[in-house]
């Protein structure tokens, strides 16, 4: 099985950026569906973007355009670069990843396997 760290988390004013990392050990994080998910404060943990070899990329809305997921498979790294952040993208970001997921259940905390522990990101306005 993969286990997973982000880093990069931090504070930082609205309509600013940051790059959120998440190292992979264990297993070659190429080989799975990584995402990212996201929690704020008295909310249900919610998907942002998701990216594999057979699905290419997937946002959600409330981040298409701003946000950036990638991988370096050389590092058996994942990122998500995020810009123009908003007070709203305040949240803890957790990194995901699965074998497969099930085409349009990408959203589903429960058809991913594998979670990070998280790293807080808060845009001040």
């Known amino acids: 099985q993969v286990q997973l760290v982000e880093s990069g988390g931090g504070l930082v004013q609205a309509g600013g950026s940051l790059r959120l990392s998440c190292a992979a050990s264990?297993?070659?994080?190429?080989?799975?569906?990584s995402g990212w998910f996201r929690q704020a404060p008295g909310k249900e943990r919610e998907f942002v973007a998701a990216?594999?070899?057979?699905?290419?990329?997937y946002y959600a809305d409330s981040v298409k355009g701003r946000f950036t997921i990638s991988r370096d498979n050389a590092k058996n790294t994942g990122s998500l670069q995020m810009n123009s952040l908003k007070p709203e993208d305040t949240a803890v970001y957790y990194c995901?990843?699965?074998?497969?997921?099930?085409?349009?259940?990408?959203?589903?905390?429960?058809?991913?396997?594998?979670w990070g522990q998280g790293t807080q990101v808060t845009v001040s306005s």
């Open positions: 995901a990843a699965a074998a497969t997921v099930p085409s349009g259940s990408y959203y589903k905390r429960g058809s991913w396997d594998y």
């Open positions: 264990g297993r070659t994080l190429s080989s799975y569906v």
């Open positions: 990216i594999g070899w057979s699905i290419g990329t």
